[in-house]
Nanobody, 122 residues
Framework: QVQLSESGGGLVQAGGSLRLTCAAS????????MDWYRQAPGKQRELVAG???????NLADSVKGRFIISRDNGKNTVYLQMNSLKPEDTAVYYC????????????????WGQGTQVTVSS
């Protein structure tokens, strides 16, 4: 199994910054895409940013120019630097990855973290 541990959420004023971290652990053979999703109250979960194993990022239009996604393959960790935060960024942020396990490297599964709350006050 793969465990995703998220950290870095919290309460911040509009215009402020936060850095989310998600570390993957377990019997990991390979990781492919690592993504950040968010879900605000009463809304569907949406993709915020993703990054391939080669480091190619993909950002939602709503966060382009404000958020930066990066990863450290040696640490199986993905980061989300969030700048110029707005109240509408308030949500629970979830880390997601696709991984194969040692011993079953041809089988890929999707894993989710428990989520970390980000609250932006106006």
């Amino acid at each position: 199994q793969v465990q995703l541990s998220e950290s870095g959420g919290g309460l911040v004023q509009a215009g402020g910054s936060l850095r989310l971290t998600c570390a993957a652990s377990g019997s990991i053979s390979r990781l492919s895409n690592m993504d950040w999703y968010r879900q605000a109250p009463g809304k569907q979960r949406e993709l915020v940013a993703g990054i391939t194993s080669g480091g190619s990022p993909n950002l939602a239009d709503s966060v382009k120019g404000r958020f930066i996604i990066s990863r450290d393959n040696g640490k199986n960790t993905v980061y989300l630097q969030m700048n110029s935060l707005k109240p509408e960024d308030t949500a629970v942020y979830y880390c997601r990855c696709d991984a194969s396990l040692i011993g079953t490297s041809s089988i890929w599964r999707t894993y989710w973290g428990q989520g970390t709350q980000v609250t932006v006050s106006s």
